[in-house]
């Protein structure tokens, strides 16, 4: 898959952009602030409807405008052309179609394009809370399985409901059993899924990271879910719907004590080591970020394992802060993607065919 042509309106700091793209290698060179994130960002966006930095997707409207407007034309490696057009109000209101047609389900059009961006703020899946790590697991699992995206949506509605009954005075028990029985069904599937993608996710990056690390380095990926199953040997799909209904259940006293659910899917991890310690705790910056590449890459042969194509890879600002040999390792993996990377300068290491953009004050110039 490749992405064509793009174009904005009132997105960011660009009041309107029209732009086609070589079918490989694009650059966007400029200084810090000028608006080389926003393209990038809008690319990502009109795959996931997600920002990679900012919950609130009204922020993405040009500052004093009501709406903007995002349409990307690609072309699939089959030949079939695809045109994205999303429009997204002031008041949070989402306008989406794919080759004019309106979609009203979210969950047909996430995954339409397919993306892995690679960012700075990607070290927050090491450092930083269980929420940033599920939000990046459900994000990519959902770009490439249906089945889960739509459980964890419903997954989400549910327990929003259950936590609503929960804050009243008087609790319904038979309502909550029906609760807890939708939310085993959806956790089901969702641990299941988990499981089988971070499996197939530690099998490529652990390789790939010991190609980075020449071997210096051991990588690992542990799933830690509220079941306590062992994540080594969970090799098929297995049926644990009443095992979580019972310990809904058997933890109901103390959620209507404080008042929401305090175990599910919604609390789960997982957990990265680096020579058999937790990296957060016992690496340093360096360690970490290259085991994040390490993932990422690992992302991108999945998403190729699974659909025959590459996903269009975002590398926003991370070449500069790489040595040369991890520079230049990435270079030479993604050669056969269609991808788009920010910086200031062009390393003289890029020699494939290519297209650069300078942008000036959100302005291609």
Not at 70 to 77: S, Y
Not at 175 to 186: K, P, R, S
Not at 302 to 315: A, D, N, R
């Amino acid at each position: 898959m490749y992405l064509q042509k793009l174009y904005f309106k009132n997105f960011r700091n660009y009041k309107e952009l029209d732009i086609e793209f070589h079918e490989r290698l694009n650059i966007f060179l400029g200084g810090n602030g000028y608006g080389k994130t926003n393209i990038l960002e809008g690319i990502f966006f009109s795959s996931i409807l997600k920002s990679h930095r900012s919950n609130k997707i009204v922020d993405l409207i040009k500052f004093g405008e009501e709406k903007f407007n995002v349409n990307i034309k690609c072309k699939t490696d089959k030949g079939r052309i695809i045109n994205t057009d999303i429009i997204l109000n002031n008041n949070g209101k989402k306008n989406i179609s794919i080759n004019e047609l309106k979609i009203q389900k979210i969950s047909d059009f996430i995954g339409c394009i397919k993306v892995v961006m690679f960012s700075p703020e990607d070290l927050k899946i090491v450092k930083e809370s269980p929420s940033i790590r599920r939000r990046f697991l459900d994000m990519n699992i959902s770009q490439i399985d249906k089945k889960y995206l739509n459980s964890i949506i419903n997954y989400n509605k549910i327990l929003n409901m259950k936590n609503n009954l929960l804050k009243q005075q008087k609790i319904d028990d038979m309502l909550l059993d029906v609760y807890d029985e939708q939310i085993a069904f959806y956790s089901d599937v969702i641990i299941n899924k988990r499981f089988m993608y971070l499996n197939k996710l530690k099998y490529f990056c652990v390789k790939l990271h010991n190609d980075i690390s020449n071997y210096y380095e051991k990588l690992n990926i542990t799933y830690k879910n509220f079941l306590n199953l062992d994540f080594e040997n969970l090799n098929d799909n297995i049926d644990i719907k009443n095992n979580i209904f019972d310990i809904l259940k058997e933890n109901r006293k103390i959620d209507k004590f404080k008042k929401f659910s305090t175990i599910g899917v919604h609390k789960d991890d997982f957990i990265i080591w680096m020579n058999n310690k937790q990296i957060s705790n016992y690496s340093s910056q360096g360690q970490q970020r290259s085991a994040v590449i390490s993932i990422k890459l690992g992302i991108i042969e999945i998403i190729k394992s699974l659909t025959q194509e590459y996903p269009v890879l975002l590398l926003d600002d991370i070449l500069s802060e790489l040595d040369k040999n991890r520079r230049n390792f990435i270079l030479n993996f993604i050669k056969n993607a269609q991808t788009f990377i920010t910086g200031t300068d062009l390393y003289e290491s890029i020699v494939d065919s290519h297209k650069v953009f300078n942008i000036y004050n959100g302005k291609v110039l």
